[in-house]
């Protein structure tokens, strides 16, 4: 987020001063005092704002305030009515005490951590062939773009055929390579690895649009200058490109890291969870502790914290993308 | 690079046209023997596909112009009006952006069970709304930002009021992008699951992905009328984003360069 950005508001002149003086003897319109305008407009202003901050104030911010004070209550379903008990902090004990629960913030944490990297990485890559493409890049750019425009239910569901065990595609190409029948979701390294790849497939292209629209804005003049001095392709790539791409790479990373952290339709429908609960992130805990075991209390408990872990993490990672920011790599 | 995006969406799609002896096949056969249109039929009377699809086009449709609505007069409001908290409101609209489905979808379903919402449009349209306002504001308050103030002024001094302003100025400039918005926000209740499957699980208001998710058992996952039906249901959103790239994607090279 661009902090001046934000401060930058546009100062409208005056009107009084484009009010062309009239002619005298013409009835002219007076135009109306820059004081009034100016506060009808910020009346207006404030009607125009109000049906947006009421709706995601009563809609997401109550239920929030409302579960924060739900995960500190004995939680209990009477008739069906969900009723509230004694204060207790036993929610959030039995939540952290589960190794369950600690095995999925692992789990979910670590997953963030190698794929996020890895998966912009493969972005920067696609972004730097694609800007060497003239003709056409507008149709490649439209291909790009049609795995995020692709339902996440229906990814998985084509990577869970394509490894299946049975008579998947890749589950057939990985056997003749291997010399013998495997089964990649069987295991917990193979279950993470076709995640990851049902991942990438779904948004690698999307983060490489937004590197490449940073490529693209890159002033042409750096890379005259860098050759006008001599330097090679993998300097010229460490010392302008990267530097340049900051903003642009920033934002591919944060959006990543916070769609990791809520990772659920993937494993939801390729894996469950399994094999044998090595693959539950912490969405994936918190819908089971919710509709399958029907416990509230603790399911508000992960399902807050790791609200909490996110807004940390993304709070982190945006101080530390902008921290770094000035480029003393010079040309 | 283009091909490993292509290639699996022309795998679903010939798995989708493969009759259900084909399937079987190991090593899998490249084309259908058999070409059959029989998933497409069963997906979509025996598996009531187009209850589904009906579902997801109101819930989305509806969500997408009131989110459009509400979220240009919020945007334009925050580029414009030089309102006090406009900062504050702008971070907040942005953690909450960033909140994830599950930190969200837990109270809101303790909610929506104490009034009776589970199992209704309202019941997934109104989080929806919430949800996508904060990234709608965000992106057009941007591109109000960003027009030069001229326009607007010279209204201002021929006696409009700030609401003529708004609406006969400054929307029709602003049309790429709300359009623009209004695929994003499209596209994200299109494919949103989590809640969705959460507040309406009930057959008759399944949205897509809950139908196609819940097609399988435990036992058995029939992969061709889940292919018929994920081929209906993506046609649509490629379409939008072939015809309209050009749009779509200054919008989002503009948003890119923006954040």
């Known amino acids: 987020v661009n902090k001046q950005d934000l401060e930058t508001s546009q100062v409208p002149a005056p009107a009084a001063s484009l009010a062309v003086p009239a002619p005298a003897g013409t009835a002219s319109q007076p135009a109306p005092s820059s004081d009034g305008l100016a506060k009808r407009r910020a009346r207006t202003g404030r009607a125009l704002l109000a049906p947006a901050v009421i709706i995601v104030g009563v809609v997401l911010l109550f239920p929030i305030v409302y579960a924060v004070v739900v995960s500190f209550t004995q939680v209990s379903i009477t008739n069906g009515r969900i009723a509230l008990g004694a204060r207790t902090l036993s929610n959030y004990h039995i939540v952290f005490t589960s190794s369950r629960w600690q095995h999925d913030l692992l789990f979910t944490v670590g997953y963030a951590a190698v794929s996020v990297p890895v998966e912009v990485a493969m972005a920067l890559g696609a972004a730097l062939l694609l800007q060497h493409i003239r003709r056409g890049r507008g149709m490649a750019v439209a291909i790009l773009l049609i795995p995020w425009a692709i339902i996440t239910v229906i990814v998985a569901e084509l990577w869970e055929y394509i490894f299946d065990p049975n008579y998947g595609a890749l589950t057939w190409l990985f056997s003749q390579i291997a010399g013998h029948p495997v089964d990649v979701v069987a295991s917990t390294s193979g279950a993470i690895f076709a995640i990851f790849i049902t991942d990438c497939w779904k948004n690698v292209p999307f983060l490489a649009l937004i590197v490449l629209a940073g490529l693209l804005m890159i002033d042409f003049d750096l890379y005259e200058a860098a050759a006008v001095d001599g330097a090679g392709r993998w300097q010229t790539l460490r010392s302008i490109t990267l530097p340049q791409l900051r903003g642009a790479l920033s934002l591919a990373v944060i959006f990543r890291l916070l769609a990791a952290f809520g990772l659920f339709d993937i494993p939801f429908i390729l894996t469950g969870g399994g094999p044998s609960l090595s693959t539950e992130s912490l969405s994936l805990l918190g819908y089971t502790v919710m509709f399958q075991d029907l416990k509230f209390g603790p399911a508000t408990a992960i399902s807050l914290t790791t609200g909490l872990l996110v807004l940390l993490v993304c709070v982190v990672a945006v101080r530390l993308l902008r921290s770094g920011g000035t480029n003393d790599l010079g040309i | ?259």
């Open chain 2, 1 to 259: 690079m283009l091909l490993v995006v292509i290639g699996p969406l022309l795998w679903l799609f010939i798995t989708s046209l493969k009759p259900e002896s084909e399937m079987g096949n190991y090593p899998p056969t490249l084309l259908p023997q058999h070409p059959t249109l029989q998933n497409y039929s069963q997906a979509w009377s025996y598996y009531r596909f187009w209850r589904y699809l009906v579902n997801s086009l109101i819930v989305c449709t509806v969500t997408t112009l009131t989110t459009v609505a509400v979220g240009t007069a919020a945007g334009y409001a925050l580029a414009r009006s030089r309102l006090k908290h406009a900062r504050a409101i702008m971070i907040a609209f942005l953690g909450i952006a960033v909140t994830p489905g599950i930190a969200l979808i837990v109270p809101i379903y303790m909610l929506e069970r104490d009034i009776g919402w589970l199992n209704s449009y309202e019941g997934l349209i109104v989080p929806y709304i919430a949800i996508t306002i904060p990234l709608t504001v965000w992106i057009l308050r941007n591109f109000f930002s960003r027009i030069a103030p001229e326009m607007e002024e010279q209204a201002y001094v021929d006696g409009a009021t700030p609401l003529r302003t708004l609406w006969s100025v400054m929307v029709p400039q602003a049309a790429p992008a709300m359009f623009t918005a209004g695929v994003f926000v499209f596209n994200a209740c299109y494919l949103e699951f989590l809640i969705s499957l959460s507040i309406n699980s009930a057959p008759t208001y399944r949205t897509v992905p809950v139908g196609i998710a819940l097609f399988g058992t435990e036992y058995t996952v029939p992969y061709g009328p889940i292919f018929a039906a994920s081929f209906i249901a993506i046609v649509p959103m490629i379409a939008i984003v072939m015809i309209f790239r050009k749009t779509l994607v200054s919008g989002l090279m503009a948003g890119a360069v923006k954040g």
